[in-house]
């Protein structure tokens, strides 16, 4: 019987060792910085699977054409995500453009 209050007892005290302090949440993380905003001209040439806007400087952007045909030169203007996924398979990112405009 003595044997078994000390069973007892020590199954207690380690059951109140593993029974530790709540765990508490991490932190939150910081939200991404916003994307820079940038303005680029070019033509809309035909790429390999979509439309891309090219730049004078070769630049390749996927963008959103607003209904220009491949050969239209246009700028836009909008946020820009260097590491933008997408189904185009070449360019230099995603420009996702509030506006498209005839160039001058």
Do not use: D, H, R
């Given at each position: 019987m003595r044997q078994l209050v000390g069973f007892v007892a020590l199954a207690v005290l380690c059951g109140s060792l593993v029974?530790?302090?709540?765990?508490?949440?991490?932190?939150?993380?910081?939200?991404?910085p916003p994307l820079?905003?940038?303005t680029v001209c070019g033509t809309l040439v035909e790429g390999v699977e979509c439309v891309l806007?090219?730049?004078?400087?070769?630049?390749?952007?996927?963008?959103?054409?607003?209904?220009?045909?491949?050969?239209?030169?246009?700028?836009?203007?909008?946020p820009y995500d260097?590491?933008?996924?997408?189904?185009?398979?070449?360019?230099?990112?995603?420009?996702?453009?509030t506006t498209a405009t005839p160039c001058n």
């Open positions: 029974v530790a302090a709540p765990k508490k949440k991490p932190p939150t993380p910081p939200p991404p820079p905003t940038i806007l090219e730049t004078a400087t070769g630049g390749l952007y996927m963008v959103n054409t607003a209904g220009f045909p491949v050969g239209a030169c246009i700028c836009v203007t909008g260097a590491f933008c996924i997408s189904y185009c398979q070449q360019g230099g990112g995603c420009i996702y453009n």
